[in-house]
């Protein structure tokens, strides 16, 4: 069965960076692609950026573009999101979400991983 | 960057009913778009992808349509399941992958 597990809670100062994670299972890592999303409380879904895992080609949400890098490792079946120069607004839930079938169909999600910035 | 504008964004309707959201597109996308369920505090459910095509387990009364820039997700027989938040997205992985600002559908 296809699975996503995420890293777990992070609380982290303003400034700093922190790294969260994304181990698949259950599908061909190698022919997905991964996107990360996050969500603050009680506000929308928000993009940050995908990665297809093949090519390991990515593309980040212009927000995000100075601060953030979205890498696999095939040899973990892992993706993960790096996000540097943390703020306040950081804080959120961090989804990542897995396209197994049709590239941009994301069709399996981890359970989210809080990140907490505050100082 | 290409802008997904979602409406309505709040909805009311009794069980049974049927429900339309609509989702437009900033620039063509052709049929790249995915239709999403949120409930609180959980992940995003894909219900639609491609546009128009129902994902597995989703029950039948959700559909999908549009093309280039103009979507619609359409709930037939409204069941106390369904109320939720929904959300579409642009899904073609060459461009960024832009979030509508989402409908939330509450019990009348």
């Known amino acids: 069965q296809a699975q996503l597990v995420q890293s777990g809670p992070e609380v982290k100062k303003p400034g700093t960076s922190v790294k969260v994670s994304c181990k698949t299972s259950?599908?061909?890592?190698?022919?997905?692609?991964v996107q990360w999303v996050r969500q603050a409380r009680g506000q929308r879904l928000e993009w940050i950026g995908w990665i297809v895992v093949g090519s390991g080609k990515t593309i980040y949400a212009q927000n995000f573009q100075e601060r953030i890098i979205i890498t696999r490792d095939l040899s973990t079946s892992t993706a993960s999101l790096e996000l540097s120069s943390l703020r306040s607004e950081d804080t959120a839930v961090y989804y990542c979400a897995a396209s197994r079938g049709t590239i941009g169909s994301f069709d399996v999600w981890g359970r989210g991983s809080m990140v907490t910035v505050s100082s | 960057d290409i802008q997904m504008t979602q409406s309505p964004s709040s909805l009311s309707a009794f069980v049974g009913d049927r429900v339309t959201i609509t989702c437009r597109a900033s620039q063509t996308i052709r049929n790249y778009l995915n239709w999403y369920q949120q409930k609180p505090g959980k992940a995003p459910n894909l219900l639609i992808y491609?546009?128009?095509t129902l994902q597995s387990g989703v029950p039948s009364r959700f559909s999908g349509s549009g093309s280039g820039t103009h979507f619609t997700l359409t709930i037939t027989n409204l069941q106390p399941e369904d109320f939720a938040t929904y959300y579409c997205q642009q899904s073609y992985t060459t461009l960024r992958g832009t979030f509508g600002q989402g409908t939330k559908l509450e019990i009348k």
């Open positions: 491609a546009a128009s």
């Open positions: 259950g599908f061909i890592f190698g022919s997905s692609a």
